[in-house]
């Protein structure tokens, strides 16, 4: 089957295809694309670098015929019966997490030379503990989202999927659909909604299950489901814990800190801190919470009604980090900037997301307030999805749809 190439994430990656002393860890929520990430690697090693067949070895810690692969030494001698080249050697493993203690041997490995080093995980687990403190600047992560809007489109196209000339209907679509990559193969809404609940359930199992101790799973769910529910609101561990109260959950705010920290460190949420722009500090307690995946939140209710304000925001959000964008949310006195945008070279943008300013001078005047209050010269945007555009005081107002599809930056 040919694989759609996410260059995006490939550009970030080539240069360092043949770097021996720098472990490449691809990270991401399971099921976002990394194994075909990878295997696109390899394709591109063996038809642009002249790379032979037996200089790549892929291992799949997560197929059956690798189910017994679980230790160190397991996964040493795996790598060594496949090493029969003397020339470099590309070494893929999928989901290392599975095998414990590797980072001995992927450090041997790498300290040995002879191996450019590819490895995949689906939690933040994977570059804590042994990984970060023994591989302190041998290693460089690459995150993995699932499709941005961009991406799904140019997906549906490379696998002849229908696309609707009106990209109004096809951003729905991707808003009720959401952008796991296998999503795209499914033609029945139904359909890709079962496959996303059987995401949640794997990473439960997976991804959560076995590397933490959930004494409650009831309560967890309970938590899950709320902030799930409520992303892309402003949220405090006290404000939370009183919402829950009011549901009838009584939670101390320790165990709910640490259900939180959990559904971050599975990538099912992403937390965004807020940044106060007068006295220019974080605000501590004060979080937005976006999923990793749309499609979550409609797996998670009944109904296909769409916020827009917190659904765009987070289109967004994750399409700015998939350009490796820092991002917090900003607060100038009473006001709120949805987003402040950081690039490598440090510099900024501000960002409002509204459905549409088009309607009402009200909204208008509200989100160009927050960005008229800024009185630095970096670029201001509001993105909306409307296309009778309104610049005003130097504020670009852009079509959100045009601006992502365009592949623009800010």
Do not use: W
Request: some cysteine; overall charge neutral; hydrophobic content about 35%.
């Amino acid at each position: 089957m040919n694989l759609y190439k996410r260059e995006k994430y490939l550009k970030k990656i080539r240069p360092f295809y043949s770097e021996e002393d720098l472990i490449k860890v691809i990270t991401g929520v399971r099921r976002c694309g990394k194994s075909s990430l990878m295997e696109t690697i390899c394709d591109e090693l063996k038809q642009t670098m002249d790379v032979k067949d037996e200089q790549i070895i892929y291992i799949d810690l997560d197929s059956r015929k690798n189910r017994n692969i679980k230790t160190a030494d397991a996964l040493e001698a795996l790598i060594d019966s496949q090493t029969t080249s003397q020339e470099k050697i590309y070494l893929f493993i999928d989901e290392i997490q599975n095998v414990d203690s590797f980072e001995e041997v992927i450090n041997g490995y790498r300290t040995d030379g002879g191996y450019s080093i590819f490895i995949t995980g689906s939690n933040s687990y994977l570059l804590s503990g042994e990984l970060s403190t023994k591989l302190t600047g041998r290693y460089i992560e690459f995150e993995l989202y699932t499709l941005s809007f961009d991406e799904y489109l140019e997906m549906k196209k490379f696998y002849n999927k229908d696309i609707n000339p009106n990209t109004i209907v096809e951003l729905n679509n991707y808003i009720l659909e959401g952008g796991f990559p296998r999503t795209v193969q499914f033609d029945d809404l139904q359909v890709k909604r079962t496959y996303t609940e059987s995401v949640v359930r794997e990473i439960f199992e997976k991804d959560i299950r076995k590397r933490v101790k959930i004494k409650n799973r009831e309560a967890f769910e309970s938590v899950e489901h709320f902030i799930i529910n409520n992303f892309g609101a402003t949220t405090s561990i006290s404000g939370l814990q009183e919402s829950l109260e009011k549901n009838g959950m009584k939670i101390s705010r320790a165990t709910l800190s640490n259900y939180i920290k959990i559904l971050v460190d599975a990538k099912i949420l992403y937390e965004c801190s807020r940044f106060d722009m007068k006295s220019k500090k974080s605000l501590s307690g004060e979080k937005k919470y976006y999923v990793s995946d749309l499609s979550f939140f409609f797996s998670l209710n009944t109904d296909n009604k769409i916020n827009y304000g917190p659904v765009l925001e987070n289109i967004v959000y994750f399409y700015a980090k998939s350009h490796d964008y820092s991002i917090s949310v900003g607060r100038i006195g009473k006001l709120e900037c949805d987003f402040i945008l950081r690039d490598h070279k440090m510099n900024y943008a501000y960002v409002q997301v509204a459905y549409t300013i088009a309607l009402s001078k009200k909204t208008e005047d509200r989100e160009y307030k927050s960005l008229e209050s800024i009185r630095d010269n970096y670029p201001k945007y509001v993105m909306t999805t409307d296309y009778l555009l309104q610049n005003r005081n130097g504020i670009k107002h852009v079509n959100l749809i045009d601006f992502i599809i365009s592949n623009s930056k800010f």
